[in-house]
């Protein structure tokens, strides 16, 4: 009995640390906009420390909605730089929320959790970056957008 506990623990151990080696998240925080109204003008920043694996990352972009936002979709524009050399990109990304028969695609009951690809980045060691998202819709001010995130992981 105990040598099968002791096994049921070693493998549970093993997992364990597989999944952690296998989560290379290099970088991963939301930024909060007002639930109220999410200003065309109000620009979300974030900035990674450098990077210490050089190699190829993907990028992310992370929105936590509610009921209240008013379209299917929502379009951002994303600009990022890379530190050093001051080298900028504009990202144009379009996320689809919903689908035309009402049904949402992202996870959630009163918020919904959505994660979408951004790009393919090849860092290499000190480089850090910044990136800055702003909402690109007819609309000036947008209700229901409770957080915007950015995620990068090591592939």
């Known amino acids: 009995m105990k040598h099968w506990l002791?096994?049921?623990?070693a493998t549970v151990l093993t997992a364990t640390a597989l999944t952690a080696c296998i989560d290379n998240v290099a970088y991963d925080h939301y930024e909060h906009t007002p639930l109220a109204g999410w200003e065309k003008n109000d620009t979300l920043f974030f900035c990674t420390r450098p990077i210490e694996n050089?190699?190829?990352?993907?990028?992310?972009?992370?929105?936590?909605?509610?009921?209240e936002?008013?379209?299917?979709s929502l379009?951002?524009?994303v600009e990022q730089r890379t530190i050093p050399g001051n080298k900028k990109k504009i990202h144009s990304l379009k996320c689809k929320l919903m689908?035309?028969?009402g049904t949402i695609n992202g996870q959630g009951v009163s918020f919904f959790q959505y994660e979408f690809p951004?790009?393919?980045l090849e860092l290499h060691k000190g480089d850090s970056?910044?990136?800055?998202?702003?909402h690109d819709m007819k609309r000036e001010i947008l209700?229901?957008?409770?957080?915007v995130g950015l995620k990068l992981t090591r592939k």
């Open 6 to 9: 002791t096994m049921v623990l």
């Open 54 to 67: 050089p190699g190829r990352y993907h990028a992310y972009v992370g929105l936590r909605t509610t009921v």
């Open 69 to 72: 936002f008013p379209f299917t």
């Open 75 to 77: 379009n951002l524009l």
């Open 99 to 101: 689908e035309k028969n």
């Open 118 to 120: 951004l790009a393919v």
């Open 129 to 134: 970056l910044q990136f800055f998202i702003r």
């Open 143 to 147: 209700p229901g957008i409770a957080d």
